[in-house]
């Protein structure tokens, strides 16, 4: 109720700068005759071998998932959009949900759910949205949606932004529940470290200025309360609850893009551990004979006291980081340093891509692996909005976790 007050009072803010004349050229029936039905469709296959007592995990999964956006009226609009996510053929594979715990994880569980239904309002000033809603801020290493699993990770949230000044953009959120991929349900295989809502109050502020090409200046300060949420499966509740305060800057100069950011970590709300560390980045990229290369440099600090008091992103979207096989989804009590170099390029109509990573602890010598990705996506000809996917990874454990191999196939049709 409290945040539905606050969405309410900033919405009637917003609207009241709009002049009386604009209103009354307004058509309430816009809300209704603008308004867009989405259908999306996602197939994949999802194969994993692990160099363990655990059995390949062979995952055929199909996502579906029904949109309607509304026309604008006074620069408010709604949409609602429901996903089902349904297992096609033998649940040879962990889902976190189904019981298989003799495979390896998949974690794509079966059910259906109300992906995002919010109002929203936009006004040349800002915009302010209220209900469960999809958030990504900046390149996700810190908030955003993980949309790479079949269940996408929404948030019951109010958001504002404004737009005091060109290239300025100031963002707030207050998040009341967090709609993790391991959703819809918990069921009783469900743990402290993979709940399907994630309870518990935090804070996004985040202020984004583009200066110019060259240099877009990010300041952030994330209070995460995440109540019901724990690093293990038996670990205590609140060890993720974190304050993290960071800076970033990127650009491009000279055909050269750029990417240097820092923040530090330290313990937030009921959280039983103190913990204090830090994050460093450091990226280059440069396009050469159609071909975008690009290395960086990404450390998330350790900490050599008792438990595991590194540097978390518990709300990242952390396929993207740190290599495909999600190797590192909680980072090692030592931390993690990750020297990696990509490319990518035009190819037949679609897009290669090539990562490489080396993985080393941050606190100490430990060497963890290394490990290789491959992907190539691109548009099926003949059928507007069907695309296909293939994607591998392979980890090459030296001090850290198994050897690991995940492969993908995937079509997704969207209109």
Do not use: C
């Amino acid at each position: 109720m409290r945040m539905m007050k606050l969405s309410l009072l900033s919405l009637a803010i917003a609207a009241s700068t709009t002049s009386h004349a604009t209103f009354a050229a307004e058509d309430f029936g816009n809300l209704f005759t603008a308004g867009k039905v989405g259908i999306d469709a996602r197939y994949r296959y999802e194969h994993v071998d692990q160099n363990n007592a655990l059995d390949h995990a062979n995952a055929q999964t199909l996502r579906t998932r029904l949109s309607l956006q509304s026309g604008k009226w006074y620069g408010l609009s709604a949409l609602v959009e429901a996903d089902n996510v349904a297992r096609l053929g033998d649940a040879a594979y962990n889902d976190t949900r189904n019981g298989q715990t003799g495979h390896s994880v998949v974690a794509d569980p079966d059910g259906s759910e109300i992906n995002q239904a919010l109002l929203r309002y936009e006004h040349n000033v800002g915009n302010a949205v209220l209900g469960r809603q999809r958030i990504n801020l900046d390149n996700q290493r810190f908030v955003g949606g993980v949309a790479w699993r079949q269940n996408e990770q929404t948030y019951d949230a109010v958001l504002g932004q404004l737009k005091p000044l060109d290239g300025l953009t100031l963002t707030y959120a207050y998040l009341d529940n967090i709609n993790s991929i391991f959703g819809p349900d918990n069921g009783r295989f469900a743990n402290r470290s993979n709940p399907a809502n994630i309870e518990g109050h935090s804070h996004l502020l985040n202020a984004q200025y583009v200066l110019r090409p060259e240099l877009t200046v990010t300041a952030y300060h994330y209070l995460l309360g995440l109540d019901n949420l724990a690093l293990s499966a038996a670990g205590a509740y609140g060890t993720l609850s974190s304050q993290t305060s960071g800076v970033r800057l990127n650009g491009a100069v000279q055909g050269i893009s750029y990417a240097l950011e820092y923040a530090q970590q330290q313990d937030y709300a009921d959280n039983p551990q103190e913990l204090d560390s830090d994050y460093y980045l450091a990226e280059l990229g440069y396009s050469l004979a159609g071909v975008q290369l690009k290395a960086g440099y990404e450390v998330l600090g350790g900490d050599n006291g008792s438990g595991n008091r590194a540097f978390q992103t518990p709300l990242a979207t952390k396929h993207a980081f740190q290599g495909w096989a999600d190797q590192f989804l909680t980072t090692p009590a030592d931390g993690i340093r990750d020297a990696y170099l990509g490319a990518s390029t035009a190819l037949l109509g679609g897009t290669l891509q090539a990562w490489y990573h080396d993985f080393r602890a941050e606190e100490g010598s430990s060497q963890y692996g290394e490990e290789l990705d491959l992907s190539y996506g691109r548009a099926i000809p003949g059928i507007k909005g069907l695309t296909g996917l293939v994607k591998y990874a392979r980890y090459d454990a030296d001090e850290f976790s198994v050897d690991t191999d995940k492969l993908w196939l995937q079509l997704q049709y969207s209109y």
